[in-house]
């Protein structure tokens, strides 16, 4: 395996259940260890409240872990987050420079890639108006195409890998699968083991924030699903 | 992290925030009937509740009076919806902290930035005014540019520290708007603090709105030169805010991603 990007040691994220000093904190990640090589493709699974969100979060930077180590070469990482701070009464184009400023790009690479969002998104004429005037499909056909512009060295998925109608999410899967296929290195969460099966190389298993077990896509699918919680939980 | 590369991520949050402050004006525009024109209906509106109390029904026995109180409520309210505005940045944008890795001090600095625009239309509106009714521009107008300069440091840290503290302690927003009217009572915004006893005005020296404002009204009334060394101690005091505010800021960011929702 080559070099790792990104590695985890042990590391532990915990919460402030309440807001008051003094209140109880819990440990959403109590230890999780991994290494995340260059191109790699890990599924994350485990079950509701393990602390794969959590886990996303701190790959991508936003959550800075409470305990452990995280050791990062100089590659970005990035959530893949629609509709990032979307305003109701700007038209969709500035939403998409404000969201793509707020995605990491410049301001010239957004500009550049305007037309490309109007025309992956569909939305026409609307792209002028403001975007409180959308049904939801369309929010979500704009967010969609605006993430997709970001291409970080690490792309992070939580669950989602398609949105909108049928016709759109055959197109956005399909978009989304190329760019994973494309080589980026992705951790992707996800339920379902169809999903992980096609996208990934290798599965992390956590429960209750600690990493379970770390391998192959059969193996670690199949040691999770002859664990006797799943039997009980399903 | 190498010099080009921070270089390159400074430059990307510049382009943020202005874009941000373009947004945050625009989408106010667009939130209301009359739009743009509420920049001055509101501030103009404010003045003549001020004007009607103390002018009309207390008689104020002020010497120019009404360009007095304009000029003080002019550079009073910039410095107020600074600091009420950027002061709840932060917490207003939690969702977007919890989202993407951003530097949280750009949330308050758009806010500071998009009432600055506004209040560069509503000082425009002021110098008119104060020209048509015989205070005419003057050699001294050279050191408005410094006083506004050490008036936005001084609002911009006072924002930030609130900005730092309000996600913690959201209770604090009940407490900004009774200390901001006490302040500008005590800054002498709608009545001279002429009548502050001799001890005391050692203190009031101290409060930067009331040095600025006194130093405002001297330059676009009197072509007056402002007391530089009173205005050095509050540049100093504006900048000690400044700094304390980043620096809680930066200190504070990891934690407001664990706050409860």
Redesign the interface.
């Known amino acids: 395996m080559s070099e790792p990007i990104i590695t985890l040691e042990n590391v532990g994220?915990?919460?402030?259940?309440?807001?008051r000093a003094g209140s109880p904190r819990f440990w959403a990640l109590e230890d999780v260890s991994l290494r995340l090589a260059r191109g790699q493709r890990l599924g994350v699974i485990g079950r509701n409240g393990a602390g794969k969100s959590t886990l996303l979060?701190t790959l991508?930077?936003?959550?800075?872990p409470d305990r452990g180590r995280v050791v990062r070469a100089?590659v970005s990482c990035q959530?893949l987050?629609l509709s990032?701070?979307f305003?109701?009464?700007?038209s969709g184009r500035?939403n998409a420079?404000?969201s793509g400023?707020?995605?990491?790009l410049?301001?010239r690479e957004i500009e550049n890639r305007l037309a490309a969002i109007l025309e992956f998104s569909e939305l026409g004429d609307f792209f002028e108006q403001?975007i409180s005037s959308y049904s939801t499909g369309m929010l979500l056909r704009l967010g969609f195409s605006v993430a997709m512009q970001v291409e970080p060295d690490v792309l992070l998925i939580d669950e989602v890998l398609a949105v909108g109608d049928a016709d759109f999410q055959q197109k956005s899967g399909s978009a989304l699968r190329q760019r994973i296929q494309g080589g980026t290195t992705v951790v992707f969460v996800s339920h379902g083991d169809a999903q992980i099966r096609q996208v990934c190389d290798s599965v992390l298993w956590i429960e209750h924030g600690r990493s379970v077990m770390l391998g192959a896509v059969d193996t670690v699918l199949g040691a999770y699903h002859a664990a006797p919680h799943v039997a009980k939980a399903q | 992290?190498?010099g080009p590369?921070t270089a390159r991520m400074r430059?990307?949050y510049v382009?943020?925030v202005l874009?941000?402050t373009y947004?945050e004006l625009?989408?106010e525009r667009?939130?209301s009937y009359l739009g743009l024109l509420w920049w001055i209906i509101e501030p103009a509106m404010n003045m003549g509740v001020y004007y009607l109390v103390f002018a009309v029904i207390l008689g104020s026995a002020q010497v120019d009076y009404v360009p007095f109180l304009l000029v003080g409520l002019t550079l009073w309210q910039w410095f107020k919806s600074c600091v009420s505005h950027g002061g709840y940045a932060i917490w207003v944008q939690l969702g977007?902290v919890?989202?993407?890795?951003?530097p949280a001090q750009l949330f308050p600095t758009v806010q500071i930035l998009a009432d600055s625009v506004k209040f560069v239309f509503i000082l425009g509106l002021l110098v008119a005014i104060l020209w048509a009714s015989g205070y005419p521009p003057n050699l001294t107008y050279i050191a408005l540019p410094v006083v506004l300069f050490i008036e936005l440091i001084f609002a911009a840290g006072a924002a930030y520290v609130l900005a730092a503290l309000v996600p913690?302690v959201?209770d604090l927003r009940f407490i900004i708007e009774q200390v901001l009217q006490v302040m500008m009572f005590l800054s002498g915004i709608v009545f001279a603090l002429d009548r502050v006893p001799e001890p005391l005005r050692r203190w009031f020296a101290l409060n930067p709105i009331a040095v600025l404002v006194d130093a405002g009204r001297g330059i676009l009334m009197y072509a007056r030169w402002p007391d530089w060394s009173a205005l050095a101690t509050v540049a100093l005091i504006s900048l000690a805010l400044f700094a304390a505010g980043s620096w809680l800021i930066a200190r504070l960011t990891?934690r407001y991603?664990?706050?409860?929702l």
Do not use: C, W, Y
Not at chain 2, 257 to 260: C, G, S, W, Y
């Open positions: 994220v915990a919460f402030n259940a309440r807001l979060r991508a930077g936003i959550l800075v100089a959530l987050s990032v701070g305003m109701h009464h700007l500035d420079i404000l400023l707020m995605l990491g410049r301001r403001p | 992290m190498t590369a430059l990307h382009e943020l874009f941000s947004a625009r989408a667009s939130r977007l919890r989202q993407v890795r951003l913690f959201p990891p991603v664990k706050l409860p």
